[in-house]
């Protein structure tokens, strides 16, 4: 069950390289959201109870409802919902995307150790580098925003397999949720918008040597 | 105990400076703040409590007790000049940057003494949101854009070092996050899971060291914070970048991958080195200079963290005193600017005329920087090209000696110009303040004396952090 899951988050990251409208990152975050809340539950039904419950709440709170929330007010709000450059083509987004993930199989696979679950580490990777290949391929920042998530998502992807030793672990990772997607996307995104009167990338130059 | 005691203290002085409903305020809570300061230092002291553990997450040890002393040294003059930088500033803008302050001091203790790698990455976190604050303080669109850029880039690092730390945890212990416990267990970890975990903790410290892949981050930072908080940021803040990644240094300096990581610290190094030295040349702005000068400096230490042996000694030894200079040169610019109004470097100078104290301040400071005797740089520097040539390492001693040589060039040619070029531009200086003139000084001349005598207990702190 859990493997099954795991592909389809697998799935939303390749759909994620190949998606160019802003409704779509705000769905596939929410949808990684709720793959994250039941891989969460399911892998860690072993530990403490209330720390399960606390892990859940978080996880389908902040990542399945709050921050798809925001992103969907964000779109709405700025009245923008594509990638415009041509240069990023999807093309070129998805050959790096499959690139990303055959490296990730092959790290993973390579220094595959009984103590890490290769399995989680290898799409960790993946969501690290998607997020990073968002991140330097897209022009807008809202796919910034959404390269952060994804890495953060993996991030704690990695966390739950190995919560059951260190669910501490877990909750610093659900600190970095809260913290930092409500305050990028809550107050820093709004006030850009509000004083650049944009959301290019190219529009955040003015800083510079 | 005693450090939450301390971070509670220091939490409700912060809540109490944003609340204030006047200046007087502010600064009555600015001295509560460090005399809660004082009094944690005169438990390490005093008391006792140097060299002890404090609960399962923090221990007082010699690392964190030597840049925690730096740290509230800075932050104190920091305190001092920003009352004076942000004079003309309103009320709810001049209380938010002194809690803003005062938590970035609390926050960077945390990172000091924490003796859970966990811990020292929390903390970390909380002085991203801190320094974000801080940068942002002016509210213009060019600090907006640095703030976002911060914080964008900062959380994206710190994510990744999150990963790299879990891969750590997991491929060394299960279970134990303590530096001592991960130590121990690091020794038998899976080679290629601790490379990869490195390289991912170094990607991500690097925005808070300044040194490459992240370093733009705090260039940024530096160039839109206000000058007296660049002064913080460029020392206190990299040397809590420099110390976590000192840690997870020791941490795998038991393992079989510690050779490897002496060399990605060398190439880090040489890259930092050459970036900042290119760059002194290339900027137009005084605040990015002394940035990259910045990058520099920790390019050099990470080279000696590289090098090993004496070379770690030498690393901590410039990271010290590297803390005085730099803080001394951002405060000199914060007089700078209250004569400007600007740091254009193509356009600034007559400063020797202008404000003889702030001009001397400023070529001492440049020679100190420039680690020429007496500068206590000169040693550091020189220990860390001795240990080259013991090693063998010739490439490495060329390339060091050819990208200082452009960094001494660079530094001379545009500190000097602002002394005694005449002034370009249709400014209107104003009367510059003397008093933050002579105050910024003290910090140069306390280094310059400390590189010609060091005293007992500075030496026997660095001796004990360099060994590991």
Redesign the interface.
Known sequence: MILSLVILYVVTLVYLAITERFRNYASIVCLQGLLLFAIAILRLHAIDTIELLFIGMETLLFKAIVVPAILFAVIRHTKINRVPRPGSSQFNSLVLSIAALAASISIAWYIADPTVDMVFFGVALYALLSGLILIVLRARLFSHMVGFLVIENGVFLFSTAIGIEMPFLINIAILLDILISVLMLGVFFTKIDRKLHADDADTLSHVKD | MTIYVYFLLCLLTAAATFFARSRRIVHAAGGVFYFVQALLLAHLFLNGGYGTACGSFFAFDAAGTLFFVLMILVSGFVFAHSESYLRNNSLPEYRLYFALLMLLTTALTGVYFADNI?VT??FL?GTT?CA?GLIYHRRT??T??????Y??VC??G???A??GI??L???AT??A?SYEALAAAAAEG?P??LK?AFLLVLCGYSCKMEIFPLYTVGI?AN??APSPASALLSTGLVNAGFLALLRVYAVLAGSPVFEWVRHVLVLVGVLSLMIGAL?LR????YK?FLSYSTVENMGIAAIGLGIGGAGVWAAVFHVVFHTFIKSSLFLQMAVVRQVYNGYRINRLGDYMRINRIGAVGILVGTIAVLAFPPSPLFLSELTILRETLAGDSWWLAIVLLVLLCIVIYSICLRLLRLCYQPNQDELHPSLADRKLSWSALALLLAALVAGIWQPPFLTTLIDRIAQL
């Not at chain 2, 907006?144 to 850029?149: G, P, S």
């Not at chain 2, 290339?282 to 702005?285: M, S």
């Open positions: 966990a990455w929390i976190e949101l974000a669109a060019q907006l854009e640095a703030a976002w850029k914080l964008f959380s994206t710190i994510a990744m999150y990963l879990l891969l945890c997991t491929a299960r279970g996050l899976n290629l899971y990869t940024d160039f839109a760059f290339r900027t137009n702005n990015r």
